[in-house]
């Protein structure tokens, strides 16, 4: 009844180094329960504890060392009377050092217990996430192992930042860069991805929406039924979701047969009409833009909550009731810039930002409605220019902790529409971001990265382009400002379009619309 490690045979380059301990960890924990003394040749050399965060320049406890995680499988009983959800969180991980004690980020309801391979594990709160686990014995480098962690009590609203309530007395997870922490513990940083199994229990009438597919919904008793979602691709903490309220369904497919499932709250109904019916429209002309839609399947799910920014979560974005068609746009496009491809660190969250504000700001009403994109982004920088507007003083890479969430709105997508323009050469510039975001499918990328590789399609320096409009904390000089054809082009003295918000209104910062992320 020790600890198994016999999973080792799968890891074919350890197979032969690792064979003869298969049965010391179990055979150890026997003689030490015994009063035997240890084996003289234990399968570890000094094992040590897992770092408790990875050093996020804005977020340093994020995450966490000694091991990665492969799949997550969540048991959850949720009550919406009472708020109470009773969770079961399976972790399939593996080691990467010889590792005496390891953290998951966690902040939920009140732990009861923690195994490891079946075994109790000693556990303790640290910090403001950290959930610290000693295994009965240390586990050897590289080798795969099981976290099972229980744990039970009545959910708190963190209005926007994790587990939030729901009028209807469902709830929902939502937040950026942190939400799952509130309902299940992980190792939550961008730099892990897992594979993602949901099991909802939930009184009938209530209806659970995740990421991913829906494999089943089946009756548990005659008053609650089981609904299962699985996200088969990898995923990160905060693009992972569950949402359980009275929903309404809408079921849909894209030109190529991808499956949509949207899921409107009661008091979101009014948007499934209007809005839905242009879902794969949007995905269509994305995929246009970046290649194929990178999920099994897509959707939404539409709250009726006072939320006061809609998210990509994975699959299926998360909209607030102010959702219109700009957001829809904003939204999926994140599902390749984002979510298929994360950032490296949140200083590169521009690579989220930028490409999706550039897609329904700029893209789309170029390509669908036929504008002129020059005069899109002459008018914008016009208008800045008259209200006052401070885009430039927070650069792009690099904003600051605290400041991701801002000028990527505003000053992202003129970046991306002075770089086209740069190139000079649609072909060439689409293509190049394209096959950027193709070969970090599933993984990470960041700012630098990001600069060479389309550093090495252009034909033309861009160290001084790309100084001023990610580094600089000035309007670039006009040069870089008005490249290529946009050196023919006046900016406009006479302004047509609706003025933009005021600051007030974005609350998180300098940007264009209220709460996207």
Same mark, same amino acid.
């Given at each position: 009844?020790?600890?198994q490690? *016999?999973e080792?045979r799968?890891? #074919?380059?350890l ?5 003869r ?5 179990a055979?150890?924990l026997?003689l030490?329960l015994?009063?035997?003394p240890?084996?003289?040749?234990p ?8 770092? +408790? $965060? ?19 499988d969540? @048991? ?15 972790l ?7 590792? %005496? ?10 732990v #009861?217990?923690? /195994? ?12 403001e ?22 744990y @039970? ?10 587990w939030?309530?729901s009028?209807s007395?469902?709830a929902? @997870?939502?937040?950026?860069?942190? %939400? ?7 190792n ?8 993602f ?12 929406a995740?990421? $991913?597919?829906?494999? %089943?919904?089946?009756?548990l008793?005659t ?20 949402a359980i309220?009275?929903?309404t369904?809408?079921e849909? /497919?894209? %030109?190529?047969?991808t499956p949509?499932?949207?899921?409107f ?14 879902l794969?429209?949007v995905? +269509?002309?994305e ?9 099994? *399947?897509?959707?939404g799910i539409?709250?009726?909550t ?11 974005p998360?909209?607030?009731?102010w ?16 979510d ?8 590169d969250?521009?690579l989220n ?29 016009a208008r ?5 507007r ?13 400041k ?25 510039f ?13 993984a ?25 409009w ?8 006009d040069q ?16 047509n379009?609706?003025p ?18």
């Amino acid at each position: 009844m020790g600890i198994q490690y *016999s999973e080792v045979r799968r890891i #074919s380059p350890l197979a032969g180094r690792h064979r003869r301990y298969l049965l010391a960890p179990a055979i150890a924990l026997a003689l030490c329960l015994a009063g035997v003394p240890a084996l003289a040749d234990p399968p570890w050399g000094n094992p040590t504890p897992g770092s +408790d $965060g990875l050093n996020d320049p804005y977020y340093p406890k994020d995450g966490n060392g000694g091991y990665t995680i492969n799949h997550y499988d969540l @048991a959850v009983n949720y009550d919406p009377p009472t708020h109470n959800l009773i969770g079961k969180a399976t972790l399939s991980a593996s080691a990467t050092q010889d590792l %005496s004690q390891f953290d998951l980020d966690y902040n939920g309801p009140q732990v #009861s217990s923690v /195994t490891i391979n079946g075994q109790a594990a000693q556990f303790k709160h640290a910090e403001e996430h950290e959930l610290v686990i000693t295994p009965p014995m240390p586990i050897p480098n590289q080798l795969p192992f099981t976290i099972v962690v229980d744990y @039970a009590g009545a959910e708190p609203d963190t209005a926007g930042n994790g587990w939030t309530y729901s009028p209807s007395g469902g709830a929902f @997870a939502a937040g950026e860069p942190h %939400s799952a922490t509130t309902w299940y513990p992980l190792n939550d940083t961008p730099l892990d991805k897992a594979t993602f199994t949901v099991r909802a229990t939930v009184p009938n009438g209530w209806d659970v929406a995740s990421n $991913g597919i829906r494999t %089943s919904d089946l009756p548990l008793d005659t008053d609650h039924h089981v609904v299962t979602w699985e996200e088969r691709d990898p995923i990160i903490g905060y693009l992972s979701t569950i949402a359980i309220d009275k929903f309404t369904r809408l079921e849909q /497919t894209t %030109s190529d047969g991808t499956p949509l499932e949207s899921f409107f709250a009661p008091g979101a109904a009014q948007n499934k009409q209007a809005l839905e019916q242009n879902l794969p429209k949007v995905i +269509d002309f994305e995929e246009q833009l970046y290649g194929k839609y990178p999920f099994t *399947s897509g959707g939404g799910i539409y709250v009726d909550t006072n939320l006061q920014f809609s998210l990509e979560t994975q699959t299926r974005p998360t909209y607030a009731p102010w959702t219109d068609l700009d957001t829809l746009v904003h939204e999926n496009a994140h599902q390749w810039w984002g979510d298929s491809m994360s950032v490296q660190t949140w200083r590169d969250v521009c690579l989220n930002e930028c490409f999706a504000s550039y897609t329904a700001d700029i893209l789309w009403p170029e390509r669908i409605d036929g504008k002129d994109s020059d005069k899109l982004y002459l008018d914008t920088l016009a208008r800045y220019e008259k209200q006052h507007r401070d885009i430039w003083s927070i650069p792009l890479y690099d904003p600051g902790a605290g400041k991701e969430f801002t000028t990527v709105y505003s000053r992202g997508p003129l970046f991306l529409h002075a770089l086209r323009r740069t190139i000079a050469n649609d072909d060439v510039f689409f293509t190049a971001i394209r096959d950027f975001n193709e070969n970090h499918r599933n993984a990470n990328a960041s700012i630098p990265e990001f600069r060479d590789f389309i550093q090495s399609r252009a034909s033309q320096d861009l160290t001084g382009f790309f100084d001023a409009w990610l580094n600089g904390t000035t309007k670039p000089a006009d040069q870089y400002l008005y490249p290529g054809s946009l050196h023919n082009h006046a900016a406009p003295q006479e302004l047509n379009a609706q003025p933009l918000p005021d600051q007030a209104d974005w609350p998180y910062g300098v940007g264009d619309r209220k709460g996207q992320r």
